[in-house]
T-cell receptor, first 108, second 116 residues
Framework: KNEVEQSPQNLTAQEGEFITINCSYS?????LHWLQQHPGGGIVSLFM???GKKKHGRLIATINIQEKHSSLHITASHPRDSAVYIC??????????FGTGTRLKVLA | NAGVTQTPKFQVLKTGQSMTLQCAQD?????MYWYRQDPGMGLRLIYY???????DKGEVPNGYNVSRLNKREFSLRLESAAPSQTSVYFC???????????????FGPGTRLTVL
């Protein structure tokens, strides 16, 4: 079993839909990182959070450290949100552990 | 600030050839990383350098060597390229003042390597 699991692996949505991507982890951490990668593109940071909720535009990330779970929500989804979303943790070492990513496609 | 830069952006090699991928960061970060990304596999750690002067193996180090040239630069060398090393390579850096405080990683734009 991977230490960081994401679900779903693939997601297709219609423009305007509310989207939720989940990340569960089995190691002790102090914070979690959400990343975005557009097709053929680089990897950019979306959120780093250790408790509660963070919001940036139409993106909302939540985390429950005790339950070892985080969610990334996209409100009013748009085709430009089509990308791979990756969660990452660093459990008390210098090495980061990544989920395998959720591939999101938003149709116009 | 340029952030994390990588060269080259694209490279095609023949089996057995060698090459070095260059990475530099201008954020005064302590830790630097090399990952490879293959379809359906996610990011896999090749080598990392927790701080200047140290390097350690990740989960897929075979066939690669690294050099932390100074605090800014971390290079990845393929001594004898193999088709299995065809991948996208990302360099990343992080402030990482200590082992437990979480600092976000900043990624370079990637190098697409094809080994024929």
């Amino acid at each position: 079993k991977n230490e960081v699991e994401q679900s779903p692996q693939n997601l297709t949505a219609q423009e305007g839909e509310f989207i939720t991507i989940n990340c569960s982890y089995s190691v002790g951490i102090s914070a979690l990182h959400w990343l975005q990668q557009h097709p053929g593109g680089g990897i950019v940071s979306l959120f780093m959070l250790s408790s509660g909720k963070k919001k940036h535009g139409r993106l909302i990330a939540t985390i429950n450290i005790q339950e070892k779970h985080s969610s990334l929500h996209i409100t009013a989804s748009h085709p430009r949100d089509s990308a791979v979303y990756i969660c990452a943790v660093r459990p008390g070492t210098y090495k980061y552990i990544f989920g395998t990513g959720t591939r999101l496609k938003v149709l116009a | 600030n340029a952030g994390v830069t990588q060269t080259p952006k694209f490279q095609v090699l023949k089996t057995g050839q060698s090459m070095t991928l260059q990475c530099a960061q201008d954020m005064n970060h302590n830790s630097m990383y090399w990952y490879r990304q293959d379809p359906g596999m996610g990011l896999r750690l090749i080598y990392y350098s927790a701080s200047e002067g140290t390097t350690d193996k990740g989960e897929v180090p075979n066939g690669y060597n690294v050099s932390r040239l100074n605090k800014r630069e971390f290079s990845l060398r393929l001594e004898s390229a193999a088709p299995s090393q065809t991948s996208v390579y990302f360099c990343a850096s992080s402030e990482n003042t200590d082992r437990t405080t979480y600092n976000e990683q900043f990624f370079g734009p990637g190098t697409r390597l094809t080994v024929l």
